[in-house]
């Protein structure tokens, strides 16, 4: 892959952008209360700024990899390992977004529990192969067991949850009774919450995040479990998306290549290449931005950019080109000259369009020219 012409024009502005940024507390976001009658109280105001307050794990250098880093950026990975200073952090949207998980998470771990089929949660999961770096982290849950089901219900009605999730659990403690009488097999569940958009590129792709899958697969070779489950909750209309995994199974391939590859990147003492900053998946067969730059806690230090929302407007109207013009050529029709010369820029960026065009998905591509 060849040098992104973008980072050329960003490389002058690093050094004073870095010298700007500090990480001591979260950015603040514009008040979003409506104000208050003077010497009134109010529980917005409290529950944002309740919502704020996080304490972190300091920060030191490491010899291990977390599960969660698996799939991320070498570099960012190689950073961390160092105990490398951010030069970002999670702005205030993106801590409540964390937060809204989590709750979801409690959500359906109290559900677990009360359909009596919640066989270990929040459990250190540590895994290494021989002459790799070691993986360590904490999975949501084992579900399992074999539950007393009317003690299943009787204690689901003591929970006082929302009528959505009382006839939710209701029914799951129903299926489990009828289909699986004499118990169940015990699983990993990794929860993950996301927003419209996203949950329908999961589901249209029917394979979850590569990070989430690689995650989860952790958790079934360290715990020796054959099947595992990701569960995907929308946070905009609460539907559920179950992806399975198996162990072994084509996941398992992929978890010990992303293993061989963090390995070989941490030996060295050179920083691996920073990432592009416009991607082609081959699970979507689409072009787009680059989480792994946006999400980057060095986004300022190794890209320039001093927001994700700055990196975002500058890539995402390319990276639409890009998949307009990949779409006209799926479908066999005549290449303008705009067309021609997105083209070109897309050979700039290091893509081969001949190879990425049997791969691409047009199925969803407007009538548009670059």
Same mark, same amino acid.
């Given at each position: ?19 700007? @940024? ?15 009658? %003077? ?11 309740? $919502? ?8 030191? /250098? ?19 390992? !160092?105990?490398? %200073? ?8 993106? &801590? ?6 989590? =709750? ?29 770096? !070691?993986?360590?982290? !904490? ?53 993950? #919450? ?10 249209? #792709? ?13 958790? $079934? ?23 399975? =995994? ?15 590859? =963090? ?8 920083? /691996?290449? =920073? ?40 890539? *995402?109207?390319?990276?639409? !080109?890009?998949?307009?013009? @990949? ?15 997105? &083209?070109?820029?897309?050979? #700039? ?5 001949? *190879?990425?065009? *049997?791969?691409?998905? *047009? ?8």
């Amino acid at each position: 892959m060849t040098n992104n012409p973008m980072n050329d024009e960003l490389n002058k502005a690093k050094a004073d952008l870095i010298e700007k @940024m500090t990480v001591e507390h979260v950015p603040e976001e514009p008040a979003d209360e409506v104000p208050l009658i %003077p010497g009134a109280w109010g529980v917005g105001q409290v529950w944002n700024k309740a $919502l704020l307050t996080r304490g972190e794990r300091e920060r030191v /250098p490491r010899d291990y990899i977390y599960a969660s880093e698996l799939g991320k950026p070498l570099v960012d990975i190689w950073l961390n390992l !160092r105990a490398t %200073p951010y030069t970002n952090v999670s702005n205030a949207r993106s &801590l409540r977004k964390f937060e809204a998980g989590n =709750i979801f998470e409690w959500i359906i771990q109290l559900i677990l529990v009360r359909a009596g089929i919640l066989v270990a949660s929040q459990e250190r999961v540590e895994h290494q192969y021989p002459g790799m770096i !070691r993986v360590s982290g !904490r999975l949501d849950f084992i579900g399992g067991g074999h539950p007393d089901f009317e003690k299943a219900r009787t204690e689901l009605e003591g929970l006082m949850l929302p009528d959505v999730f009382m006839r939710a659990g209701r029914d799951i403690i129903a299926y489990i009774e009828e289909t699986y009488p004499n118990g169940l097999e015990n699983k990993v569940i990794e929860v993950k #919450s996301a927003g419209a958009f996203m949950f329908e590129k999961h589901l249209k #792709s029917k394979k979850g995040g590569e990070n989430h899958r690689k995650q989860t697969m952790h958790y $079934l070779v360290g715990k020796n479990l054959a099947t595992g489950e990701l569960l995907y909750v929308c946070r905009d209309d609460l539907r559920l998306m179950e992806v399975p =995994i198996s162990n072994p199974g084509p996941v398992l391939d992929e978890y010990k290549a992303e293993i061989a590859r =963090i390995t070989e990147a941490m030996k060295s003492e050179t920083q /691996p290449a =920073i990432e592009p900053l416009i991607v082609f998946s081959e699970d979507e067969g689409r072009f787009s931005k680059n989480w792994g730059v946006e999400y980057s806690q060095y986004l300022t230090m190794l890209y320039g950019f001093e927001r994700p929302d700055q990196y975002v407007d500058q890539v *995402a109207p390319v990276a639409a !080109r890009f998949n307009r013009v @990949m779409g006209r050529l799926k479908k066999g029709d005549k290449m303008t000259p705009k067309n021609l010369e997105a &083209l070109e820029e897309m050979k #700039s960026y290091g893509f081969d369009p001949d *190879a990425i065009v *049997a791969k691409f998905d *047009a199925s969803d591509e407007e009538e548009a020219e670059a």
